[in-house]
């Protein structure tokens, strides 16, 4: 599958398409726990393949597991049998930690089970785009460092925080080259904590190594989305800096000015509630809040309908076909 071709017909398609950055709901129909999933490539692959089965979208996505990376480097991981991974303690703390830092290889930690997954999802479902995902340097950077020391450091010790950055980075280049190479079309960089800091410092400190990401990989055949579901709408104009092709969401950002300050060219998906929403909401208001957003952006041509962020683990499957019904009928309506 070409993927420029993919992205030309999104912009030319008329109808809505929908590509809801989702696997968990496939992990429930397959039988298996978070944690099989989340450890296991084949089980991961199996969910994606089911989960693709039952609720089709115009592209499959891989988990949004923002702690792989961070173990590799030697992080500690919290697993539990239903609930995403979580980093706990910090791995680094000041500039003799982060010079002693070693770039990890692709052999360390799941990285190789999250390449499996994506290397079968990708030989099942060929007649759609695949995206593997990844977190991005400076939400990394953050898991590494302590996210709130990160804060401060960035205007006490920003020398420290930019060498973590790069030495963030340099892995992350050799992750997605990887990722690419297992056949997928794309990957999905979820870079929530630069959503915290300024558009100026967004670039300074995350754009500026994100692309360095997109100018290693993204070509006529693999594409880069940048998730950014901490952006409340100040830091737009930091992801679209960053090269993407691709730009996606979350639910804090109201989606039509999301849109407004998007290039027609690149491709903008959002921004269901994940939670609020598709979790915890009624069937009705699933439907009629997916509804309103399709609504309030007919018309945008570059724009996906999504869920803001990955859809979380116990979300009812009634609501996941409230959201696609909403899709249907508006598509029928045009």
């Known amino acids: 599958m070409q993927i420029n071709k993919w992205i030309s017909n999104c912009l030319e398609e008329k109808r ?17 726990t978070v944690k099989d999933a989340v450890t296991e490539g084949t089980i991961q692959a199996q969910a994606i393949i089911r989960l693709n089965e039952v609720f089709p979208a115009d592209g499959v996505t891989t988990i949004m597991d923002l702690t792989v990376e961070a173990e590799a480097f030697g992080a500690e991981i919290i697993f539990l049998e ?14 003799a930690s982060i010079h002693e830092l070693i770039i990890p290889s692709l ?49 006490t010790e920003p020398e420290i925080i930019t060498l973590l950055l790069d030495k963030c980075t340099a892995f992350l280049k050799s992750y997605c080259q990887a990722i690419k190479e297992t056949g997928v079309q794309g990957v999905i960089i979820a870079e929530p904590a630069a959503g915290l800091i300024s558009n100026d410092d967004c670039i300074r400190y995350s754009s500026f190594y994100v692309q360095q990401i997109v100018e290693a990989v993204q070509d006529e055949d693999f594409i880069v989305i940048l998730h950014n579901c901490g952006n409340a709408g100040h830091c737009t104009d930091a992801m679209v800096k960053s090269g993407a092709k691709g730009l996606h969401f979350g639910n804090k950002i109201d989606m039509v000015s999301a849109l407004n300050n998007t290039p027609k060219n690149i491709l903008a998906m959002g921004n269901i509630d994940p939670v609020g929403i598709f979790k915890q909401a009624t069937v009705q208001e699933v439907y009629d809040t997916s509804l309103e957003l399709l609504n309030k952006t007919s018309g945008r041509n570059n724009f996906i309908l999504s869920s803001g962020c990955d859809v979380p683990p116990g979300t009812p499957f009634e609501n996941i076909k409230a959201f696609y019904q909403a899709l249907t009928n508006y598509n029928a309506s045009k």
């Open 82 to 95: 239903n609930e995403v991974p979580s980093v706990t303690g910090r791995l680094v703390h000041d500039a």
């Open 107 to 155: 052999e360390t930690g799941r990285i190789s089970e999250y390449l499996l997954a994506e290397r079968l999802a990708v030989e099942s479902i060929q007649d759609k785009p695949v995206f593997g995902g990844c977190i991005g340097p400076f939400s990394l950077a953050g898991r590494l460092f302590d996210l709130s020391e990160i804060m401060m450091a960035l205007y």
């Open 16 to 32: 809505r398409l929908v590509l809801p950055i989702m696997t968990h709901p496939g992990i429930e129909l397959c039988g298996k």
